[in-house]
């Protein structure tokens, strides 16, 4: 498989849905409220159910039951709301198979949202940072999307798959990527939400998150912050025994908060001490 057929699908990619286009233009709309938003998004039922439930659901920590739309699109805010609905779209792809990463398209809507509201709660207060992560840590998954799909025509799905169910860390993760595609996800995510004329510190941030250092300054923290919390939670099941020290060395390392950092894993992984 060659990065030009890589390129060809993502250029063959399925246009953005009615409602995502809706909620992007009632988002970038100043003139908007969240009552606008409100309405855009109680047209799509999909959409609407993922939001209540995940408002509803232990991970986001709310502390009041969430019953109607209103309510969830007010606490969430825009950004998450784009974010479902994003989610929402691929979801809604017929086609959509990620049987080669060993999850479904449920189990990939899951662990966005448990990517997302890692971040939601480890940046809560820092509302400027969380404009840009909120989108990238919903979406730095779905290049795999286009990966699998390749896989899938290749007639290689189960050879795949037992490569996958060896990957134990983020790094091995990559290599094998990088050796079955010469690229990766996040490189391919990155090209997909160019074509959807994204922020480029949103795409350069899902980019770089395999090297931060290497991204330019003002996206530095933001591809740091999703390669952190990738170290915990992606597609393949990670041993957090092994993962987090490995997190939280890089926590260490770039300078992050810490302290929130671990309150965040004692509250989303349900352990006692960090």
């Known amino acids: 498989m060659t990065q030009e057929m890589i390129i060809e699908k993502v250029k063959a990619f399925p246009p953005l849905d009615d409602t995502v286009n809706k909620v992007m233009a009632v988002c970038n709309d100043v003139e908007s409220s969240i ?27 709310f502390s009041r039951e969430i019953k109607s739309i209103e ?27 990620l049987s080669p990463y060993g999850i479904d398209g449920k ?20 509302r400027a940072k969380l404009d840009v992560l909120i989108l990238p840590s919903f979406l730095m998954e779905i290049g795999k999307i286009v990966l699998a799909s390749l896989v899938i025509e290749h007639g290689k799905r189960e050879e795949y798959r037992a490569l996958m169910e060896q990957v134990k860390t983020l790094e091995e993760m990559q290599k094998l990527e990088k050796k079955v595609f010469g690229i990766t996800n996040e490189e391919v995510t990155a090209i997909l939400l160019n074509n959807w004329n994204f922020d480029p510190m949103m795409s350069d941030a899902i980019k770089h998150l395999n090297n931060p250092a290497e991204a330019p300054e ?17 597609t393949q099941p990670m041993d957090l025994d092994t993962n987090l020290p490995k997190a939280m060395d890089l926590v260490d390392q770039y300078g992050l908060d810490k302290a929130r950092f ?13």
């Open 71 to 97: 309510q969830a699109v007010s606490i969430f805010g825009m950004e998450t709301v784009k974010g479902f609905a994003f989610s929402s779209f691929l979801q809604k792809k017929p086609d959509l198979d």
């Open 107 to 126: 189990d990939f809507a899951s662990i966005s949202e448990q990517q997302n509201a890692f971040v939601a709660k480890w940046y809560k207060g820092k």
């Open 35 to 61: 009552a606008d938003l409100a309405k855009v998004v109680k047209s799509d039922p999909m959409t609407t159910t993922n939001i209540l439930k995940a408002a509803n659901s232990p991970l986001y920590g």
């Open 218 to 234: 003002e996206v530095r923290e933001y591809a740091q912050v999703l390669q952190v919390v990738k170290s915990v939670i992606t």
């Open 262 to 274: 671990e309150e965040v894993v004692r509250e989303q992984f349900q352990l006692e001490s960090v």
